[in-house]
């Protein structure tokens, strides 16, 4: 009975990292095309952005990244200074701090929804509000521990999908996570970018939708306390 526990404690990990994973692309894209150009999940992309704007090409942003990237080592350390002291895996303070995210996003929703179109200031503080909720996200993710699914970035997941394709080295399951991971963060962005014709608001209720569905099923599989040990890590 355990290990089959822990199996399934470990697939729904997987299903749910997977979701916020689509979320991100979600909300990069409403960020890139509806905030000035930029990320406030992936921070990759984000940086390069920052130091292509510092030298005034194409009329980059130099402003929105920054606060970005700032927003969102400030939610990575919040999450991470939380979940310290707990074992990996999903706590009751997992639960709480994704429903923070949640509420985070909503409220950004709520701000852009009286905005079609976001002046500066409002944009600019819409930016930091998603940055930090997808730093809080990445790292509650990373301490949920599912391998090769941060939910915010995924070259590292292209990287180990081709080296290990290449050279034979991980069995199938890794194989369809790490695509499921890429295909989900297109077609997240993909959602994004067509809600965002709908209203800038949309593709932030969506995310906030997605994380309040995975609070719910992770909070109601994980174990109860003694029952199981170890059923992330995978």
Request: aromatic share 6%.
């Amino acid at each position: 009975m355990g290990d089959r526990l822990r199996r399934d404690v470990a697939k729904t990990h997987v299903g749910l990292m997977l979701a916020l994973t689509f979320s991100t692309g979600v909300i990069d894209a409403v960020g890139y095309l509806g905030l000035d150009r930029v990320f406030t999940g992936n921070m990759t992309g984000n940086v390069v952005i920052l130091g292509m704007g510092l030298t005034g090409v194409d009329g980059l942003p130099v402003l929105g990244p920054v606060i970005a990237l700032i927003a969102f080592m400030v939610g990575a350390a919040v999450g991470g200074r939380t979940l310290r002291s707990f074992d990996a895996g999903w706590s009751h303070k997992t639960t709480a701090l994704f429903s923070f995210v949640a509420i985070v996003l909503t409220l950004a929703a709520v701000v852009a929804f009286f905005e079609h179109e976001p002046p500066h200031p409002l944009a600019l503080s819409i930016t930091a509000a998603l940055g930090a909720a997808m730093g809080l996200q990445a790292a509650v993710a990373r301490h949920i521990a599912v391998k090769d699914v941060t939910t915010v970035v995924v070259t590292s997941t292209i990287t180990g999908l081709a080296a290990d394709s290449a050279a034979g080295g991980e069995g199938l399951n890794f194989w369809k996570r790490r695509m499921g991971a890429i295909l989900l963060i297109g077609a997240g962005a993909c959602a994004g970018a067509l809600l965002l014709q709908v209203h800038i608001s949309a593709g932030m209720l969506l995310s906030a939708l997605i994380t309040v569905v995975v609070v719910i099923l992770g909070h109601r599989s994980r174990p109860v306390p003694g029952e199981l040990s170890g059923a992330t890590g995978l």
